[in-house]
């Protein structure tokens, strides 16, 4: 395949966790202009049905599939409806994720084990239930959530970091596993971006003229423009690509 038809999704089904808001729905979305069919994943059917109705009427289907990432249960159920009854899953966007913030000596064991649960778990869990279903196949495309976290600390979210760390690794891991069934496993990684996650942030004045002067960019990202990764990560422009982790973060992790 060359020429644009390298960047199509035509044909193919991508199912994103974490989809009902922020980035990604802006990455359902952005596929969905490429011509994948989207199925839609988060806990609230009704969010999930809401942020459905956004999309553009002239891009090919979008459908719902409310369950709880986390349940290891729930995904195996909740993916194994998907493939019977809307057909196969191409594509898979590990993108569910939560943030929490507290001095490290005072960080609470139940936000400890929400971090893990939603950012680590989740992603080893519909990772591996949609994996199944790829590798007789012989065919499919992995992209995880990172984060600049994967490699970068900051004061008040280690645990966020160790997460987002792990994903890493856990990518490496499940592109040497399964590479070899003719699967792509690789992470994407989001600098600072302007969303509901980091609203707070972005409200600070002192902290974005900080980020400001430390990135290379010299702003915040905006979502849209983490769509052109994912959509590389998810075609076949990126077939022998695997264990890889693209940075979107306007330069932050290679400048001092």
Known sequence: MTGP????????????????RGIGLTLAKGLARYGAEVVLNGRNEEALKVARAGFDPGLPPVSVAAFDVTDQNAVEEGVGRIEKEMGPIDILINNAGIQRRAPLEDFSRKDWDDLISTNLNAVFFVGQAVARHMIPRARGKIVNICSVQSELARPGIAPYTATKGAVRNLTRGM????????????????????TEMTE??????????WLSKRTPAGRWGQVDELVGAAVFLSSPASSFINGHMLMVDGGISISL
């Open 5 to 20: 038809d390298l960047f199509s999704l035509a044909g193919h089904r991508a199912l994103l966790t974490g989809a009902s």
């Open 200 to 209: 707070r942030l972005v409200a600070d004045e002192g902290f974005s003229e």
């Open 175 to 194: 592109a040497t596993d399964w590479g070899r069934h003719g699967l792509q496993i690789n992470g994407l990684a989001p600098g600072y971006f302007a």
